[in-house]
């Protein structure tokens, strides 16, 4: 087993509990909604991209898709986008939880991404309030890796 397969192994069992990498199906379109939606306010920050990519690297992601994901535009109409890949649905939650981290990588959940996310959301069957419980989950698990690191690192991170 090579590094980025380990490193995906230990990702998936340590983010969603799994025991194996998931198939590859819907890999391109799940990197592509994460960034219609860090895009539904007409501005793509390099922070948002540069989420996407890691992440998408992180889970193990073939390097050619990593690759076109670093320069796609991000202007696909998101509820056109989902509806075309039926892979989507089956990881609905996660997908919005995803794209609500790809919004927020650059500290800041504007209106317009908040609004493609939920589109993309009640598309995909999920209510607004479950959208809601996922963006305050992510600020709780935000706020306690703040705290961990203050914790580790009381003066200032080193690097």
Known sequence: MDS?????????KRYYGFR????????????RAL?????????LSEAERDWVLGYSAAKGYDASLVEEL???????DIVALVTSHPALNSNRLCLVHDALCAC??????????WKTVLRMAAKLDVAEDQVIAIRDA??????????????????????
């Open 35 to 43: 960034l219609c939606c860090a895009n539904g306010d007409g501005t």
């Open 4 to 12: 980025g397969q380990l490193a995906a192994r230990w990702f998936y």
């Open 104 to 113: 927020l990588a650059d500290g800041e959940l504007t209106d317009g991404e």
């Open 138 to 159: 992510i600020a709780a698990e935000t706020n306690a890796r703040e705290a961990r690191i203050k914790l580790i690192y009381p003066n200032q991170i080193p690097f």
């Open 20 to 31: 194996t990498i998931p198939p590859p199906d819907g890999q391109a379109a799940h990197g």
């Open 70 to 76: 670093k320069h796609y535009p991000a202007n696909e």
